[in-house]
């Protein structure tokens, strides 16, 4: 995919829609099926193969499962990680689009404006469309607003007294259709490290195994990381087996498969940890309204995450 309007260094602005169709447009056709979300997941006794039972009442029969399907995951639940376990940041976060037909004035760079407890972070994607995100305290007010692009956009002009004219312009401006409100779901970083993440063939990936709040800009990263890494292991695991693998009955392949989804849980956990507890630290600072509190968050930050940028530096290898 191409960057056509000059970034610095660690930050890309990705649509979603565009990366989506970028995958699903190297899948061979037939691959993907729409309107059937996945209710649960469960292990064949007889054969041992995962079973998904789908909205639409069909059961599909599968080899390996590898649960992306979020924050809620239903996939997850067979790992212990229910829905109604996900915990609460006390912070919310507005995202949006801003189109200017003739163009902006912004510098290719993401731009953060702090004032009290709310934050404004801008990047452009190109010379015309800008992506911007408000982190604010969450009110009782947001549960009832989240459904209507128009009084999240009057909610957000509120809380913005005190910024630049031209940061409240971006608001009364934006896109009204791409405008969300999103409550911070997150699990406890340490979830993370005593999780086997393997039923047989199934597994889980991206936010579905780590659900963290935004605060450090990686969970979408980290979730292509887990994409390459589960589909190295995979691919060396099936390559370093394929005489056995062709030869032998389904009982091998599974062993392979499942060897290489415990590598895969192997390689991504402690990445996966730190990523979640730096932004769980950062989400927390922001929540915590006891200056005790603050100060020691800040104390553990700056002996364990010195270099913010820290996470841009990590390589994953190649696919
Ligand atoms: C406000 C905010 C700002 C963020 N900013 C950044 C950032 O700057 N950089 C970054 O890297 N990350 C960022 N993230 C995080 C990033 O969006 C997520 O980490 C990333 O989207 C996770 O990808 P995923 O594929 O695991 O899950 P998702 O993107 O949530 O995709 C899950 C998919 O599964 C589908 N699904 C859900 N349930 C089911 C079901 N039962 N059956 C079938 N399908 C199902 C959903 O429809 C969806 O298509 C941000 C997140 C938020 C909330």
């Known amino acids: 995919m191409e960057f056509p309007f000059g970034v610095s260094q660690e930050f890309r602005c990705l649509k979603r829609t565009d990366l989506v169709k970028a995958m699903a447009d190297n899948l061979p056709t037939g691959t993907i099926r729409t309107n059937c979300q996945v209710l649960s997941v469960e292990i064949d006794p007889a054969t041992k193969f995962p079973r998904l039972m789908l909205s639409n009442g069909s059961v599909l029969e599968a080899k390996v499962v590898i649960g992306c399907d979020g924050v809620n995951s239903a996939i997850g639940s067979m790992f212990g990680l229910h829905k109604a376990t996900l ?30 407890q709310v934050q404004l972070g801008r990047i452009p994607l190109s010379d015309k469309l800008v992506y911007w995100f408000v982190t604010k305290p969450r009110t009782s007010q947001d549960s009832t607003i989240w459904k209507d692009p128009v009084l999240i ?31 911070l779901k997150y699990r406890a970083p340490w979830e993370l490290l005593f999780n ?4 047989g063939t199934v597994t889980i990936a991206g936010d579905a195994m780590h659900a963290t709040g935004p605060f450090v800009a990686q969970g979408g990263s980290a979730s292509i990381e887990d994409a390459i890494v589960l ?89």
């Not at 086997?196 to 039923?199: A, I, Y």
């Open 87 to 116: 915990s609460l940041f006390s912070t919310t976060v507005a995202r949006g689009f801003t189109n200017y037909s003739n163009g902006h004035q912004f510098a290719s760079e993401f731009v953060m404006m702090i004032k009290g």
């Open 153 to 183: 956009r009057q909610s957000l002009i509120d809380s913005m007294k005190g910024f630049p004219e031209e940061a409240i312009d971006m608001m009364r401006n934006c896109k009204l259709s791409f405008l969300h409100l999103t409550e």
């Open 196 to 199: 086997k993440f393997r039923k």
């Open 231 to 319: 589909a190295r292991c995979l691919a060396q695991k099936m390559q370093n087996n394929t005489k056995k693998v062709e030869d032998s009955e389904i009982n091998i392949a599974v062993a392979v498969a499942e060897e290489a989804i415990d590598q895969y849980v192997k390689e991504r956990k402690m990445r996966n940890f730190w990523l979640s507890f730096h932004s769980f630290l950062v989400g927390k600072k922001l929540d915590t309204k006891s200056s005790i509190v603050r100060f020691i968050i800040l104390a553990i930050m700056s002996v364990l995450f010195r270099d913010p940028d820290w996470h841009s530096r990590y390589h994953c290898g190649n696919l």
